[in-house]
């Protein structure tokens, strides 16, 4: 018989249960149990695991590797897919092999490479994927000096973090002095440069940010998979514009990612994400882990966590070709039962792992709404 697939998400996000859901409806009827840990008590994914702990907080890079590897060792951790700490613990993978587990993202050399923006668009330059222009930031003179360079080409000039992930510190930079127009409706990205150099002049150390202009719709992301020979097995694109969402196999955004997760050794799971500058598109941003809305793969017939997984496993699926592809959706909200009680907090200096706390069966209540997407067809 069979053995059941033990898989373990640390710290990550909460549309991850989606991910977990397609584990266990794999297309080779496979038994697989899910551990889960997570520093917020009451994150879905808890909810979503068969058994599930908390993690003990402002533990540094080196003590969460030695966390993880006792945690992959006491529950028998076939594949671990890792968010938080990804560079430490990737740094690591002889150990967390040695102890029978399987590491699922990409070697230390790629992970660093794509960890600091600036370093990714010198070196996907260089094997000839095209980037938007971009200024690296330090100052209020470096900031001006490259927002009036920008606009006097006809740009809008944004900026982000030089490191991070997803759209976390970005915004636009506009000229409109701040008024009762910023504090009406949403919260809005744009702010005034008058009060980002304030911002700048005040604060106790430099920043840094990467500034370049405002790319255009549509956003597509590509899903790669690639296995540890550095061949894509999976490359599926994305598209986004406004609401509207949908797939797409055209090679302008493919070719291009699939230069970078072979040229740069992105195997398993990465995100690949592209944008209009003028009527090219360009490298907007590459993430070495699984995207939030991978799931969405399964409106093309495919199930890309679970061909991870096998990867992982030893255990080619080959190229994984979708059936077909889906049509248009929109992403909206949607409920996810909690636990009936939150687990305790985990105290910083606590050593010792909670015991886990095996997860509600899903016909229990829904207690409060938990942070996810459903995908939804218009």
Request: charged residues 20%; glycine residues 8%.
């Amino acid at each position: 018989m069979v053995s059941r697939v033990r898989v373990w998400l640390n710290r990550t996000y909460a549309e991850n249960v989606f991910f977990m859901d397609q584990l266990r409806r794999n297309p080779s009827d496979r038994a697989v149990a899910i551990h889960a840990t997570h520093g917020d008590p009451d994150s879905p994914v808890l909810a979503a695991a068969d058994t599930a702990e908390l993690e003990p907080e402002n533990l540094s890079p080196a003590g969460y590797v030695e966390y993880a590897l006792d945690q992959c060792g006491r529950r028998g951790i076939d594949v671990f897919v890792p968010r938080l700490h990804q560079s430490a613990i990737v740094a690591h993978r002889a150990e967390f092999e040695a102890a029978g587990t399987a590491v699922l993202a990409p070697p230390p050399e790629a992970v660093a490479v794509f960890h600091d923006k600036v370093i990714a668009y010198e070196a996907v330059q260089a094997i000839g994927v095209p980037v938007p222009p971009w200024y690296r930031v330090r100052s209020e003179d470096e900031l001006v000096a490259a927002v009036e360079e920008l606009e006097a080409g006809g740009h809008k000039a944004c900026f982000k973090p030089a490191s991070g992930a997803g759209g976390v510190g970005f915004r636009i930079i506009t000229r409109t002095p701040f008024s009762l127009t910023q504090l009406s409706g949403f919260p809005s990205p744009y702010v005034p440069l008058d009060l980002v150099l304030e911002a700048l002049r005040q604060a106790e150390e430099p920043v840094d940010w990467l500034v370049m202009p405002r790319l255009e719709q549509p956003e597509v992301s590509v899903d790669c998979l690639t296995g540890p020979d550095n061949r894509v097995r999976l490359a599926v694109g994305r598209t986004k514009n406004g609401r509207r969402r949908g797939f797409t196999l055209h090679e302008q955004w493919l070719d291009p990612a699939r230069r970078i997760a072979e040229g740069f050794g992105l195997h398993y799971l990465s995100n690949i994400q592209f944008r209009m500058f003028g009527d090219r598109p360009v490298l907007m941003d590459v993430n070495t882990r699984p995207a939030g809305g991978l799931h969405q793969l399964s409106l093309c017939g495919v199930n890309a966590p679970w061909a991870a997984v096998q990867l992982a496993l030893g255990e080619d699926p080959g190229e994984v070709v979708p059936p077909f592809l889906g049509q248009d959706y929109t992403v909206v909200s949607g409920l996810r039962p909690l636990r009936p009680v939150s687990l305790p907090q985990r105290q910083p200096e606590t050593t010792d792992p909670l015991p886990a706390v095996p997860a509600p069966p899903s016909a229990q209540p829904v207690d409060s709404v938990g942070a996810a997407a459903q995908v939804l067809p218009l």
